[in-house]
Structures are given as structure tokens and as C-alpha cells.
């Protein structure tokens, strides 16, 4: 059995943190289901970590759903969230169209969209058709060129703003609600408002819950990553020394070995060669 939306309202209620984290295919959804990570996001920022885009505005519904089917089947427990792409919920019958295919191609539990009071009626009719929302408020990358990608709502206006927009999307229906680089007591502040549960990113220790980024956590990257990002590992290093090994193996004559080779009868050589 899968958690559901309500094991995810109890675990608020219950003041217990929830940790989210996102995966983008079947290795990485069965690790993260080992470790017990309730809640997994195929986020649209696997048009960057995994395709190598510069934004999440060139991912499609069909990278969506290529991606989402992998996790749900590399996993068993853990709800499954997709998001919704760039400009595939525009209107209400956008949105629907698109929530039919990744629910029922991919099979996940539940859809995040960008967007605050001005989604409110798509979110309230996505979630009365049986399909529910996790609303995304803050940055929102998909409007990063409107918006920048800096810290969002530091000022009086913009934080009011954003106390409506979550309120609108809890009154719409929303399951549960990301906050993406908001200042972290303006989140705090949030958090405690909603009955829903809060997932922060870059937003303080003050939400019900976090979400992190595969790739950030593990150090996938050699470069920096975002300063919301802590790195629970180093494994982009201990990949690319497993691949020089493998390099060394292979130039030196290591690898093979006859434990990874198959024998022949030497009589069968002689009359198949002559
Ligand atoms: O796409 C994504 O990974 C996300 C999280 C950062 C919240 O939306
Ligand atoms: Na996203």
C-alpha cells in the first residue's frame, strides 16, 4: 500500500517533519523507497539535472510521463508526485488534459502546479475530478524570466501577497503546499496558518517538511551547489573514480579477467578455425 494524502495530513497533525525528495528513474526511486522517504517528486528540474537544459521551461508532458513511470514502478510505498510542465495548465482544459496523461500513463499519486490565487480554479476543479494538487508558491521557476530566481517575497507587499495565494490554494483543495526561497519566518509564519502540510525549500526550518533535490543531496554535480542544498554525500566523486579504475582496467589488460569471460572447448576452436 502506498501513502496516501491523508498519511501525509497526519503526519502534520502529528508534528512529525516530512522529508521529500525528488528521483527521475527506477535506480534511484528504489533507493530512495530503501530509505524510507515517504513523499518523491519528479520535478520538472529534470530539464536540467538530467537532460542538461538551463531551465525547466523546455520539458514536455512526454518527458514528464517517460520519467514519472519509472519512479512509480522503482517504487511501491512512497507517494508519487509529477509536476505539471511549463505551459501545460494554462487553462482549466489544459490542465486537465495533461493531469489525464500523466495520472494515467505514469500512475502517479498526485500533481504540483506553480501558482497561486490565479490557479486556485483549476486547482479546485483538478482536485474535485479525484486528482490531487500540491500547489508550488515562492520562486517558481517555470515563471523564473517574469520573476527572477532570486529570493521571493522579503517585502511587506509580496508576503501578504503570498499568505493569499497559499490560502486560495488550501481553500482550493490543494493536498499540500511547496515554498520555494522564501524568507525563512515569512514560511514559519505560513506554516502555522495552513492545515496543510508545507514543504520548504530554501525556506526555513519553520515548514512542516523539505524538499531537496536528488542531485544536490548527493553531490552529483562538481561544481557548487544552491545554498539551500546540503550534501548528504559525495557521490559524483565516487563515481568518476570508479570510472577511472575502470579506464586504468581496461588500458592496462585488468579487466577482463576469466571471471568475467566464458571458456570454450579447445577441440570446438580447432574445427570451427581450422
Ligand atoms: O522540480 C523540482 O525539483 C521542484 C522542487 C525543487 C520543489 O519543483
Ligand atoms: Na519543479
Known amino acids: 500500500m502506498r501513502i496516501t494524502i491523508f498519511d501525509i495530513h497526519a503526519m502534520k497533525e502529528a508534528g512529525q517533519r516530512i522529508a521529500m525528495l525528488t528521483a527521475y528513474d527506477h535506480p534511484s526511486a528504489a533507493l530512495a523507497e530503501r530509505a524510507q522517504v515517504p513523499m518523491l517528486l519528479v520535478g520538472d528540474s529534470l530539464g536540467m539535472v538530467v537532460h542538461g537544459a538551463e531551465n525547466t521551461l523546455p520539458v514536455t508532458l512526454d518527458d514528464m510521463i517517460r520519467h514519472a513511470r519509472a519512479v512509480v514502478r522503482g517504487s511501491s510505498r512512497a507517494l508519487v508526485v509529477a509536476d505539471l510542465p511549463f505551459l501545460t495548465y494554462a487553462t482549466e482544459a489544459d490542465a486537465i488534459a495533461s493531469a489525464r496523461r500523466v495520472m494515467q500513463e505514469a500512475g502517479v499519486q ?151 569471460s566464458s571458456s570454450m572447448d579447445p577441440d570446438e576452436l580447432t574445427r570451427a578455425l581450422g
Open 110 to 260: 498526485a500533481l504540483k502546479l506553480e501558482g497561486g490565487v490565479s490557479i486556485a480554479p483549476t486547482v479546485r476543479r483538478l482536485t474535485e475530478l479525484g486528482v490531487p494538487v500540491m500547489g508550488h508558491l515562492g520562486l517558481t521557476p517555470q515563471a523564473q524570466h517574469t520573476l527572477g530566481l532570486r529570493v521571493q517575497a522579503r517585502q511587506a507587499e509580496a508576503a501578504r501577497r503570498l499568505v493569499e495565494d497559499a490560502l486560495a490554494l488550501q481553500d482550493a483543495g490543494a493536498f499540500a503546499l511547496v515554498l520555494e526561497l522564501v524568507p525563512a519566518p515569512l514560511a514559519a509564519a505560513v506554516t502555522q496558518r495552513l492545515r496543510i502540510p508545507v514543504i520548504g525549500i530554501g525556506a526555513g526550518a519553520g515548514c512542516d517538511g523539505q524538499v531537496q533535490v536528488w542531485h544536490d543531496l548527493l553531490g552529483l554535480f562538481p561544481g557548487k551547489s544552491p545554498r539551500h542544498a546540503k550534501r548528504y554525500g559525495d557521490i559524483g566523486t565516487a563515481i568518476e573514480d570508479a570510472l577511472r579504475a575502470y579506464v586504468g582496467d581496461v588500458q592496462s589488460g585488468a579487466f577482463p579477467t576469466a571471471a568475467q
